[in-house]
Nanobody
Framework: QVQLVESGGGSVQAGGSLRLACEIS????????VAWFRQGPGKEREGVAA???????????TYAESVKGRFTISRDNAKNIMYLQMDSLKPEESGVYYC???????????????????WGQGTQVTVSS
């Protein structure tokens, strides 16, 4: 059974930082692309950051334009955990953050929710002004 469990959400003031974690089980984690998505109130789920499988020449990362330079995605293949370090947070980035996993590789779809088969339950992030 595939399980993705997020943690690390919470409340922070604008400009603050949070580190999210996602523990993944039930899949060959190293072979999967994994990503973070967020969904604000009344908004569609959007891709934040993704990191590819590390089975070949090493992982590559991609980020939504709005978070480049402030967010960092990483993966620990020994622990089957993925992280999202979020710095300089903004109020409009409040929402539920989800981790997701996908087998295969399509670089153009790494931030597309439809590419991902497995999802966590989400963790709430609230950024106050």
């Amino acid at each position: 059974q595939v399980q993705l469990v997020e943690s690390g959400g919470g409340s922070v003031q604008a400009g603050g930082s949070l580190r999210l974690a996602c523990e993944i089980s039930g899949i060959n984690y190293r072979a999967y692309c994994v990503a973070w998505f967020r969904q604000g109130p009344g908004k569609e789920r959007e891709g934040v950051a993704a990191i590819t499988s590390s089975m070949t020449s090493g992982s590559t990362t991609t980020y939504a334009e709005s978070v480049k330079g402030r967010f960092t995605i990483s993966r620990d293949n020994a622990k089957n955990i993925m992280y999202l370090q979020m710095d300089s947070l903004k109020p409009e980035e409040s929402g539920v953050y989800y981790c997701a996993a996908a087998g295969g590789f399509e670089y153009a779809r790494l931030l597309d929710p439809g590419f991902y088969r497995h999802w966590g339950q989400g963790t709430q992030v609230t950024v106050s002004s």
